[in-house]
């Protein structure tokens, strides 16, 4: 039944689409500084920019998530109530530790002290984790919400995140030095744009093969407005052409800075499609 | 949860004497009278579970309910606590136009007080989905979580019309803030005060934070019934605790089979709908002069 006379507003805006971005961009970010200064010796050169790149991203998703609340200075009752069924209610907490260790783990690295740096490094991956898990998570939460109601969200967004931040620090060391660090990262980018083309498939595979609702949500994700952006910018333009572009082995460095801000402008379309898409039916 | 029921049910059983709902003359009043008295005697354990049932058949679809809710509660423009969905299906002449008014469900598994990390939005009195104006961050999460849409948030300022000094005709009428001034309204002129004192904060609503139906709970904890109920000209609104097998709404959900709106997601609305509206249930007349 079509709805008449009641206001219908978005409930998540292009704020909470921003937070979700920068959120999932800065635990990529950390993700990929603690790899390259732990496990790929190779990336070390990156590590530190890595790792700020992270807390700059997070200051400004806190930012904007702040801005988003109706009452940003009631912000302080998340900690002094706690509802177990509330996913927002468990992610601030993952939030804060997250903040709270990336931060730790970026004074430490810049003050030279290593060994402290690792060990923070690692207590802050399980919250970076479940930061960039928890938004997925809480879209899975309402039960209407078709495209937001399936198990693949978290997944879904935790691999965006892992694509974002390492798109985000490679846009940033875009240098002639750096340029054969970078193309080996493109290649790790690609494999996870792939993954994520894998599961937006199988999203649709979910969808269309569903009830009626189900299909209605798929038909207004491929069609309108949000079919341009849906295909258009984040298959084609955000996933397509970057891959295309990063697979081609000899790449300069300013078709690597343009492969990276495409890719960041597709997972930030791709949450858009999420969020937006998710509510409209 | 259970303590905060319990003091209101306390506070029913000192403030609500039977003389209350022989005032009020309603036929509803009785029902839910009938109601109070069972649930006192069953003890706080059998808390109520009230619920709504509108009748189709009755419905004429005249938005009575919208506008008697507007003006108890002073909803701002652009909200609605109790709306309407309505559908055109057919080709003229073989049209069929269906109206179903709605309000928040006040679902028993509400997905909105799953999802509140506040705690703002809460289950009280009667198993009413409250929400608590001073514990809102308004972060939305509730309209998020909702299937039916029936949570809005501020945008802006609600009745800032009221404040403004742009008289209609300049040194001729007054402006809203002049009436408003002359009627020693606070803020608004129809400011129930009723709403403030049950939930504080309620009274009027202010930018950021979200509101909803409320089953006029400042009415339902003095033992009337809600303001669309009673203003219905149709009657086709009948409110009654689930948990008493003689509430007239138990009897109507006996009598017919009622449904709910999206009734597979498993949330337990209360809000019931039962017959439809079906012309041919008239006899057709040719009218009369």
């Known amino acids: 039944m079509s709805e008449q006379g009641a206001v219908a507003h978005l409930a998540y805006d292009w704020m909470v689409v921003t937070y979700f971005f920068f959120g999932g961009l800065s635990v990529g970010a950390y993700m990929f500084s603690v790899a390259a200064n732990y496990w790929k010796q190779e990336f070390k050169p990156l590590a530190k920019r890595g790792a700020v790149l992270s807390l700059i991203a997070l200051a400004i998703g806190m930012l904007i998530l702040l801005h988003d609340l109706g009452q940003p200075f009631r912000a302080w009752r998340l900690f002094l109530s706690f509802n177990p069924h509330s996913v927002v209610s468990w992610g601030v907490w993952f939030l804060n530790a997250f903040i709270f260790f990336n931060f730790i783990y970026n004074v430490l690295l810049f003050t030279g002290k290593e060994a402290n740096a690792q060990k923070?490094?690692?207590?802050?991956?399980?919250?970076?984790i479940l930061t960039a898990t928890y938004t997925g998570m809480l879209l899975a939460q309402a039960p209407s919400r078709l495209l937001w109601h399936t198990a693949l969200m978290p997944v879904l967004f935790l691999n965006g995140g892992l694509i974002s931040g390492i798109a985000f620090v490679m846009f940033f060391s875009a240098k002639p030095q750096n340029s054969a660090l970078l193309s080996k990262l493109g290649k790790l980018v690609t494999w996870l744009l792939v993954l994520e083309l894998v599961m937006v498939f199988g999203e649709f595979v979910l969808l269309l093969n569903g009830g009626t609702d189900?299909?209605?949500?798929?038909?207004?994700?491929?069609?309108?407005?949000?079919?341009f952006l849906f295909i258009g910018v984040e298959i084609i333009l955000g996933a397509v052409i970057p891959a295309a572009i990063l697979l081609r082995g000899k790449a300069s460095v300013f078709t690597q800075a343009l492969a990276s801000m495409l890719i960041l402008i597709g997972i930030f379309t791709m949450r858009y499609v999420i969020v937006v898409g998710g509510q409209l039916i | 949860m259970e303590s905060f029921e319990n003091k209101d049910q306390t506070l029913l059983d000192k403030k609500v004497s039977r003389r209350d709902f022989i005032k009020t003359g309603a036929v509803g009043a009785a029902v839910l009278a009938s109601?109070?008295?069972?649930?006192?005697?069953?003890?706080?354990?059998?808390?109520?579970?009230?619920?709504?049932?509108?009748d189709l058949q009755r419905c004429t679809g005249c938005g009575g309910c919208i506008i008697s809710?507007?003006?108890?509660n002073n909803v701002q423009s652009g909200i609605a606590w109790s709306s309407k969905k309505i559908k055109t299906t057919g080709k003229f002449p073989n049209v069929r136009f269906e109206y179903l008014p709605t309000l928040c469900n006040h679902c028993e598994n509400a997905p909105c007080v799953k999802g509140c990390p506040t705690g703002a939005m809460h289950k009280g009195y009667g198993d009413i989905t409250m929400h608590t104006p001073e514990k809102c961050i308004g972060c939305k999460t509730c309209m998020a979580m909702c299937p039916y849409g029936v949570i809005s948030r501020h945008y802006k300022d609600p009745h800032s019309h009221w404040r403004s000094d742009d008289a209609l005709i300049k040194d001729c009428t007054s402006s809203p803030k002049e009436v408003n001034e002359k009627v020693k309204g606070n803020v608004i002129p129809y400011y129930n005060e009723d709403r403030e004192k049950s939930i504080p904060g309620s009274g009027l609503r202010y930018k950021g934070i979200v509101e909803k139906c409320t089953l006029c709970d400042h009415r339902v904890k003095k033992g009337l019934l809600p303001h669309c109920v009673i203003s219905c000209p149709a009657n086709a609104r009948v409110m009654g605790d689930l948990n008493d097998p003689d509430s007239a709404a138990s009897k109507l959900l006996a009598k017919y089979r009622p449904f709910r709106l999206q009734e597979h997601l498993g949330t337990e609305p209360k809000v019931f709908y039962i017959r439809e509206f079906n012309p041919g249930a008239y006899n057709s007349t040719k009218g009369s002069v």
């Open chain 2, 69 to 72: 809710c507007k003006s108890e």
């Open chain 1, 120 to 128: 923070f490094a690692y207590a802050g991956l399980p919250f970076a």
């Open chain 2, 35 to 54: 109601d109070q008295t069972a649930s006192a005697e069953a003890g706080p354990s059998k808390c109520k579970r009230l619920a709504m049932v509108i």
């Open chain 1, 214 to 227: 189900h299909v209605a949500v798929a038909k207004s994700l491929l069609s309108g407005k949000l079919g």
